[in-house]
C-alpha cells in the first residue's frame, strides 16, 4: 500500500477514524509516523484545551483601549499630509533658488523636482503615521524586542 | 472570512469575535511558553492586547491566523527570554547572599520540561517557514479549519493549500524527530 496523501494524514491526526489497512501501512511507514508526529504536535492533543474561558475573553475586551474616531482622524490626516506636501515643495523650490541652480536646470525640471520631494515628505509622513500606534490608556504590553 | 477594515477599525465586538475565531493558534503558542496557568493567562492578555494595538500592520495579502500566530510567538518568545534573564539574575544574586536554597523556584519535571522546549522549537521553526506555509499550516491543523474554508481564507485554491500544508509539514518533520525531507 502506498503512503496515504497529506490530507488523509492530517484527517486522522485530527481524530478521524483509521482503516485497519492503512493503520497497519502506518505502523509499519517510518514516513508517516513523522508526518503523523508533526501534525499531533501542531495539532494538539485537544481543541478545548486551547479555548480561553469566557472569563478571560471579557477581561481581555474589558481592557482594550477605544477605537479612534475615524472620521476625525481622515480629516486630521488629510489636512498634514497636504500641508507636508507644501513644505516639502517650498522647501525644495527654496532650495534651488537660493543656491542658484534655477540656470542649471529648467524650470519643469525643478518644478517635478519640487513636486516629488514635497510627494516624498507626505509619503513619510503618511507611512511615520500608519505606524505610530494608537492612544491606549497605557494598558498595552510592552514591544518585543 | 475575516473583515479586514473592520478587524483595523478595532471594533471591539468584532474584536471578540476574532478573538473566539483564532483563539486556539493563540493559545498553543502561550501553552508552550508559560510556565504555569497565571502566566498563560498573562501571555493570553498581552498577546491580545498587543494584536489590538498592532492591527494597523496586518496586511491585506496574509491570512489572520498566520498573523496572529507569528505576532503570539515572538512576544512570547521576548517574554520568555526576559523572564529567564530575570531568573538567572536573580539566582545570581541569591547565591551571593547565601539563600539560594530558600528562595530555589520549585521546578517542574524534566520530562515536562523537555516537552515544552520541544513545542517552542516547533513554534520558532513554524514562524521561520515561507509565509503561504505557515498560514496553510495555522489555518488547517492548529485552528483546524476545514480545507475550503482555508482555502478561501488564504485566497488559493484547495491543492495549493494541500501543498503548501504539505512542504511545511515536511519542513518541520526535522524539527519533531522524524528527520528533515527536502
Not at chain 2, 513554534?123 to 485552528?143: F, G, H, N
Request: aromatic share 4%; net charge neutral.
Amino acid at each position: 500500500m502506498n503512503c496515504p496523501d497529506m490530507e488523509r494524514l492530517i484527517e486522522i491526526g485530527l481524530g478521524q477514524a483509521v482503516a485497519p489497512e492503512l493503520n497497519a501501512h502506518i505502523q509499519a511507514c517510518g514516513s508517516c509516523q513523522a508526518d503523523l508526529r508533526t501534525i499531533g504536535a501542531l495539532a494538539g492533543s485537544s481543541a478545548e484545551e486551547r479555548e480561553m474561558s469566557e472569563d478571560l475573553i471579557s477581561q481581555i475586551i474589558a481592557g482594550l483601549p477605544e477605537p479612534d474616531t475615524p472620521s476625525r482622524l481622515d480629516w486630521a490626516r488629510g489636512i498634514q499630509l497636504c500641508l507636508t506636501w507644501g513644505l516639502g515643495f517650498v522647501t525644495a523650490v527654496v532650495s534651488v533658488v537660493g543656491t542658484g541652480s534655477i540656470g542649471q536646470v529648467s524650470r519643469q525640471t525643478a518644478l517635478l523636482l519640487a513636486v516629488g520631494f514635497g510627494g516624498v515628505c507626505a509619503l513619510v509622513n503618511l507611512r511615520a503615521g500608519l505606524q505610530r500606534e494608537p492612544a491606549n490608556g497605557g494598558n498595552s504590553p510592552p514591544e518585543p524586542a | 472570512m475575516v473583515d479586514r477594515e473592520r478587524f483595523r477599525e478595532g471594533d471591539h465586538q468584532y474584536f471578540e469575535e476574532i478573538i473566539r475565531d483564532h483563539q486556539r493558534a493563540v493559545k498553543a503558542v502561550c501553552l508552550s511558553y508559560g510556565e504555569s496557568d497565571d502566566d498563560v493567562k498573562d501571555l493570553l492578555q498581552e498577546v491580545w492586547a498587543l494584536a489590538y494595538k498592532k492591527r494597523r500592520s496586518f496586511r491585506d495579502d496574509g491570512s489572520l491566523g498566520g498573523w496572529l500566530c507569528r505576532l503570539a510567538t515572538n512576544h512570547c518568545t521576548d517574554d520568555y527570554r526576559a523572564r529567564r534573564a530575570e531568573r538567572k539574575g536573580l539566582e545570581g544574586f541569591k547565591a551571593r547572599e547565601g539563600l539560594r536554597d530558600l528562595h530555589r523556584r520549585p521546578r517542574d519535571p524534566g520530562e515536562e520540561l523537555d516537552q515544552k522546549e520541544a513545542e517552542r522549537t516547533l513554534w520558532k521553526a513554524l514562524d521561520a517557514l515561507p509565509d503561504k506555509e505557515r498560514e496553510a499550516i495555522v489555518l488547517r491543523l492548529i485552528e483546524g479549519r476545514p480545507p475550503k474554508e482555508v482555502a478561501d481564507e488564504m485566497k488559493i485554491g484547495k491543492a495549493s493549500v494541500r501543498s503548501n500544508i504539505s512542504r511545511g509539514i515536511r519542513r518541520l518533520r526535522g524539527i519533531i524527530g522524524g528527520g528533515a525531507e527536502k
